[in-house]
């Protein structure tokens, strides 16, 4: 049976070798916030043709036919311009809060929401780089992606201490980015 000293000093070695630095992590949040944005922008081009009735697709085609129980989107509380384009300037103020950093955890949670939303409203132009996008969201909720080049970071200097991070979301979204290659080589 292995003694807990050698269980502690592979584990601390794993740690040392894997451990993702901080600092990376909020310069991600920062690249996050900017796609984020750059695609909010993309989609309001079409805001009338995929997120409101007189569009392709009202609401009522896309409950009967890709709606599925316990899907969410805001979007579905109404199907007019107006609650279109109040969505997604919710959206970029979401979006540029992550992008600063301000409230980050609570910020993360509110744009991976608003992401799903929008989303979740119209599934005929999503494509996969969507969804990796939404991953990323979801697992950045558990990352320290605020402790670095954020508001969060300049009000509570306190968690600019550590630069190593080795735990469960780390190596959850490092599975993530290893997926995407790994399910990419099967395909070829």
Not at 40 to 56: F, K, P, V
């Amino acid at each position: 049976m292995l003694n807990a000293d050698l269980i502690s000093r592979v584990l601390k070695k794993l740690k040392d070798l894997y451990a993702f630095d901080i600092r990376a992590l909020s310069l991600m949040r920062i690249l996050v916030g900017v796609v984020l944005l750059t695609d909010l922008a993309i989609r309001s081009t079409s805001l009338t043709a995929h997120y409101t009735a007189e569009g392709i697709v009202p609401f009522k085609e896309v409950e009967s036919a890709w709606w599925r129980h316990g899907y969410f989107s805001l979007m579905q509380f109404s199907d007019t311009f107006g609650w279109a384009v109040f969505i997604f300037v919710m959206a970029a103020i979401v979006y540029s809060c992550l992008l600063i950093g301000y409230r980050t955890k609570l910020f993360s949670v509110l744009a991976w929401l608003m992401l799903l939303s929008i989303q979740n409203r119209n599934h005929g132009i999503l494509q996969c780089g969507d969804d990796e996008l939404r991953l990323i969201l979801l697992w950045g909720i558990f990352l320290p992606w605020g402790n670095f080049y954020s508001i969060d970071a300049n009000r509570y200097p306190g968690l600019q201490g550590e630069t190593k991070y080795f735990d469960v979301p780390a190596i959850a979204y490092t599975l993530l980015i290893f997926s995407v290659y790994f399910f990419t080589g099967i395909l070829k």
